[in-house]
């Protein structure tokens, strides 16, 4: 019994790590452009095709120099989709065109992949070898998706307190108006904070390829759960999401275990009605005051 917990603990928080790293880069791009980027599945998804057909079977020094490919390369993507995303918005995001363009080039992504790859399940081989915890066998790559969520707030958090850049980030989660009138190049950071969002999803898509389901139809199921830990979190808070997207992990793998997988997603979604019903701004969110 006690190993059964274990490994619905371990496996729920591994799986729950990813959802976390799609929340982050929810909240990257939501802070600075009051944007919710919902191609984000599909960039996690070819982050994994970037892993079986650049790094697949390969030594650990290609690994590393095909991970930070990858994640250039989808970040550079993210930015060019962030670009299109904001001209029609102009000095405001009080318009509903965002919400068009990122569901529509998710689903150009997702057709792209079908297209060229197929409807099929590719998998990867785990360039970290699996390891074992209290006699349960653990794969790898669980243990870099931890790595990766943990990872990644820190960096976060150093990025957006410690750089110039990150600050003036930061000043634009505050006042829009403010940040431009203070000679901030906006659009210019918003792009990076597009940009930035891409490097998370797409790095960690590469790192759990082994781990997850790599095929064009599997990144609605990630960007849902992705946006259930970003609202069980508080939206905004990354420290939100390193509880969010595990606790969101752990009631999906239990929920497995005890009815079944078929029910894991509508375990999630209980979970992200529950909490708009007792808490909207979610467990580290904030309330604020809007002028009408």
Do not use: C, H, K
């Not at 590393?64 to 993210?78: E, N, Q, R, T, Y």
């Not at 995303?85 to 990122?102: A, C, G, H, K, N």
């Amino acid at each position: 019994m006690l190993s059964e917990i274990f490994i619905i603990a371990v496996r729920g928080i591994a799986i729950g790590s990813i959802f976390a790293l799609i929340a982050m880069s929810f909240n990257v791009t939501f802070g600075a452009t009051r944007i919710l980027n919902f191609a984000q599945g599909n960039l996690l998804i070819m982050g994994g095709f970037f892993a079986f057909f650049l790094a697949n079977g390969v030594g650990l020094g290609w690994w590393l120099l095909m991970l930070l490919a990858a994640g250039s390369l989808i970040a550079l993507f993210s930015a060019f989709q962030g670009w299109i995303t904001l001209i029609p918005l102009r000095s405001s995001v009080e318009q509903d065109s965002w919400i068009i363009s990122t569901v529509a080039v998710s689903v150009i992504l997702g057709a792209l992949m079908l297209i060229t790859q197929g409807p099929f399940a590719y998998s990867v081989q785990s360039v970290v070898p699996p390891f074992r915890i209290l006699g349960v066998r653990t794969p790898g790559a669980y243990a870099l998706a931890i790595g990766a969520m943990v990872f990644w707030f820190i960096a976060l958090r150093l990025f957006m307190t410690r750089t110039f850049v990150g600050l003036a980030i930061s000043a634009l989660s505050q006042d829009f108006d403010a940040a431009r009138a203070a000679g901030l190049p906006v659009r210019r950071l918003q792009l990076v904070s597009f940009a930035i969002s891409g490097l998370i999803v797409g790095t960690a898509g590469f790192l759990v390829a082994p781990v997850i389901a790599i095929s064009p139809d599997a990144a609605l199921r990630y960007v849902l759960n992705g946006f259930v830990a970003v609202v069980v979190g508080g939206l905004g808070s990354n420290l939100g999401t390193l509880i969010g997207g595990p606790l969101v992990g752990v009631v999906m793998m239990l929920t497995a275990y005890q009815i079944g997988g078929a029910y894991q997603d509508m375990a999630s979604l209980l979970i992200l009605v529950t909490i708009l019903m007792v808490r909207p701004q979610g467990l580290f969110g904030r309330t604020s005051a809007r002028q009408v």
